[in-house]
């Protein structure tokens, strides 16, 4: 195990087990029908300190695209506002994220012809779910993501100038930023909050949620100047929320101990798209406090990653862009595999199956035509995509058999002529051509693990639900943290939309809530 593996380890379970009397929480988490009256949740948070060294009317846990909208519309809405970050710099996971925000009905899917309704994004949610999502929250994200979108374009002031595509999707939906980076909404919406006058605080680390002896969230304990990931780094700290606190501290896929409680197969070998901050401790310290998790085991790797960069990279911009328009090859046999355009869960399951990367690839046409020039450039630089003259120095390069390559590619060209994939039914998009025009460009893929669908319970207000099946007093969540949006595996572009439509709903309703004291 590496030394930031266990590093990790001892920042995200054992410490904060250790500590808390954890045991208890996994066993309820991992059986996820443990019912507890939020009584004892508090008895088991400890008493509200005598003196609090800060006060808010709300306090948000989480800095990336659901934090930040929570912390604007609370403000809006005459909150007195604070954003913590455990993390030396502000915006989590949002900030390296793609910049794809799904919404049905966008200028962009008019200028392009494209036909899309909030139906038909819930339909193919559910479907991409299997159906586990919960209705309501999922209908929530399909209705407003629109005029989430618009609120960024037009409040926040985000540039998105592209349409794309991504697996699992009837149409082109993702409404990417100008720079295909979720830093273009990121930095705009610090900058809109801080305007307002939201304060943002980063190096706060989290320790727990204070409750008094109702059960009702007060405040937190939290750790100033802590150091990720010096786990006794920092001061403690008590500070008070009068109205309510919103956890938003994303998902829990670099902690590898507690994803091996929920799926023992994703061990230290799957490597994960996220920031290093991106651990569960947050999630269990509201689960400590009486709030309810669900889905926890549906964890999704990201099929378009590859083993030849770090993170999330550029290949992740490179393959999805080309799902549609080029073929994805196993290099062992030179024959196609899987439908490029199926669900993340899909290819990552069928890649995994095969068990050893395997390559996507585009002629000049399509690269050109759809991956971004940035993105392009800096894979390229670091190796991880790769350009060819040739298809034969292509199937050299990579070990992959000539003639099975030769043939393949050719009957992949005859199906984009006929628009028509007999066999695994691919969607080939109307402005795809045959890959026959040099240079030609690959990478090679290999799963890694990117977003964790499950978290807490939480009703289409927002409001984080308790183990007796009432919401948690004065607790609300939105983002990666929660679950139910998404169900089994999470549609590429929806993440944006879940945070910033769930964000923006716990910001204004915790505004809304009675101070308690």
Known sequence: ??????????VSRR???????GAAIVAGMALGGLAADPKDAAAATASVPKKWDETYDVIIVGSGFAGLAAGIEARNAGANVMVIDKMAVLGGNSIINGGDFCAPGTKLQKQAGVQDSPDLMYKDMLKAGQYLNHPELARTVADQAKDALEWCENYIGAQFTRLNFHGGHSVKRANQTINASGSELVNKLISKGKALGVKMETRTKLVRFVSNKEGRIVGVEVRKGYKFPEETSGKPAFIKARKAVILASGGFSRDIPLRQIEDPRLTDKFESTNQPGATGEALLAACQAGAMDVQMDWIQLG??????????GYVPLFCERLVGYGPMIDPATGKRFFKET???????????????PVIIMGDSYAVQKQVFPNALEKGMQIGAIKKFDTLEELAKNYNIPADAFSQEIARWNSYVEKKKDPDFDCMIFPDAKPTVTPPFYAARLWPKVHHTMGGLVITKDAQVIGFDLKP???LYAAGESTGGVHGAVRLG????????VFGRIAGKNSAKEKPWG
Do not use: Q, Y
């Open 303 to 312: 099929p378009w990653t590859s083993p030849d960069e770090k993170g999330f």
């Open 493 to 500: 572009g929806v993440a944006m939309a879940d945070c910033i």
């Open 472 to 474: 948690v007093k004065g």
């Open 15 to 21: 410490n904060f087990l250790k500590s808390t009397g």
């Open 342 to 356: 199926g669900n993340r869960k899909e290819r990552a399951d069928a890649i995994i199956l095969i068990g050893h």
């Open 1 to 10: 195990m590496s030394e930031e593996t266990k590093k990790t380890k001892s």
